[in-house]
């Protein structure tokens, strides 16, 4: 395959806007060679006008055909029906990505009836803003050489980790729907601050920084966040009274059995997908 990719993203949603950036940042095509495809032609407009690619509204068949690597950018739901309007065009020479989450490599692989390098990417809402998490796994057709593109492309909106496919219920959890417990962590922070008499203005400040400044830390120094908690308390201090607060209500535990608990709904629609999802006569 040419050094520079031609690349259609099918649905350019949040997400696949953000790795229609991140492909751009990574220099893996130019925008002359990315094609994406929307549900409305205001979006289409929309999406063209942000990044100088051709956007359509519509059109997986014809944007599959034209590419060398096929980013599949849309929700479990209508996976199925997307993979099989374009299944006929999709070849070995090609490379699929799923972001379709709870979506089984098996299953992708039913529905296009192709023997082709199949990745399963898990990335969070944070590639938005290039801070993102993937976890990645693929199927026994992708090379190194596959493996390193598409790590380049996430690695441009973030942090990037290669699982094997068991895994990746478990990551879905945890970095997939991750954010939305910290976010929670921080509207119940502001409203703490709100409670004590700060500002709405000074406590989402706070608040927002102190998520953000105590996850660099831990990610810059590499220090086990339990022995950074530790350097924040002091004997008899203010600190250790509130966590002494939040253990008791169990916080830990529940943050814990957060991730179990969406591990497992995750691992029982990806069973309930390949159940349903005959594959094509």
Same mark, same amino acid.
């Given at each position: 395959?040419?050094?520079?990719?031609?690349?259609?993203?099918?649905?350019?949603?949040?997400?696949?806007?953000?790795?229609?950036?991140?492909?751009?940042?990574?220099?893996?095509?130019?925008?002359?060679?990315?094609?994406?495809?929307?549900?409305?032609?205001?979006?289409?407009?929309?999406?063209?006008?942000?990044?100088?690619?051709?956007?359509?509204?519509?059109?997986?068949?014809?944007?599959?055909?034209?590419?060398?690597?096929?980013?599949?950018?849309?929700?479990?739901?209508?996976?199925?029906?997307?993979?099989?309007?374009?299944?006929?065009?999709?070849?070995?020479?090609?490379?699929?990505?799923?972001?379709?989450?709870?979506?089984?490599?098996?299953?992708?692989?039913?529905?296009?009836?192709?023997?082709?390098?199949?990745?399963?990417?898990?990335?969070?809402?944070?590639?938005?803003?290039?801070?993102?998490?993937?976890?990645?796994?693929?199927?026994?057709?992708?090379?190194?050489?596959?493996?390193?593109?598409?790590?380049?492309?996430?690695?441009?909106?973030?942090?990037?980790?290669?699982?094997?496919?068991?895994?990746?219920?478990? %990551?879905?959890?945890?970095?997939?729907?991750?954010?939305?417990?910290?976010?929670?962590?921080?509207?119940?922070?502001?409203?703490?601050?709100?409670?004590?008499?700060?500002?709405?203005? %000074?406590?989402?400040?706070?608040?927002?920084?102190?998520?953000?400044?105590?996850?660099?830390? %831990?990610?810059?120094?590499?220090?086990?966040?339990?022995?950074?908690?530790?350097?924040?308390?002091?004997?008899?201090? %203010?600190?250790?009274?509130?966590?002494?607060?939040?253990?008791?209500?169990?916080?830990?535990?529940?943050?814990?059995?957060?991730?179990?608990?969406?591990?497992?709904?995750?691992?029982?629609?990806?069973?309930?997908?390949?159940?349903?999802?005959?594959?094509?006569?």
């Amino acid at each position: 395959m040419p050094e520079k990719k031609r690349i259609a993203v099918l649905g350019a949603g949040n997400m696949g806007a953000a790795m229609i950036g991140g492909i751009l940042k990574a220099k893996v095509a130019e925008p002359g060679e990315i094609l994406a495809t929307t549900r409305s032609p205001e979006r289409a407009a929309e999406v063209a006008a942000r990044f100088g690619i051709r956007a359509t509204a519509g059109g997986n068949r014809e944007a599959a055909e034209q590419s060398d690597l096929v980013l599949l950018s849309v929700k479990p739901g209508v996976m199925a029906g997307v993979l099989e309007e374009i299944r006929d065009v999709l070849h070995e020479g090609q490379i699929l990505i799923s972001l379709a989450a709870v979506a089984p490599i098996r299953l992708i692989e039913r529905l296009i009836a192709r023997r082709m390098p199949v990745f399963r990417a898990m990335p969070n809402i944070p590639v938005v803003i290039e801070e993102g998490a993937t976890a990645i796994s693929s199927n026994s057709m992708a090379t190194l050489e596959h493996r390193a593109l598409v790590e380049r492309i996430f690695r441009a909106v973030g942090v990037v980790c290669f699982v094997d496919e068991e895994a990746m219920d478990a %990551v879905t959890a945890l970095s997939g729907s991750g954010p939305a417990y910290v976010y929670m962590v921080i509207e119940a922070l502001i409203a703490g601050g709100l409670k004590m008499g700060l500002s709405h203005e %000074v406590a989402t400040r706070l608040a927002e920084q102190t998520v953000l400044g105590a996850a660099r830390l %831990v990610k810059e120094t590499g220090i086990h966040p339990a022995i950074l908690r530790d350097q924040v308390i002091t004997p008899g201090g %203010v600190t250790i009274s509130a966590i002494h607060e939040l253990e008791r209500h169990g916080l830990r535990a529940m943050l814990i059995s957060a991730v179990e608990t969406a591990t497992n709904h995750s691992r029982a629609r990806s069973r309930a997908l390949l159940e349903q999802t005959r594959p094509p006569e």
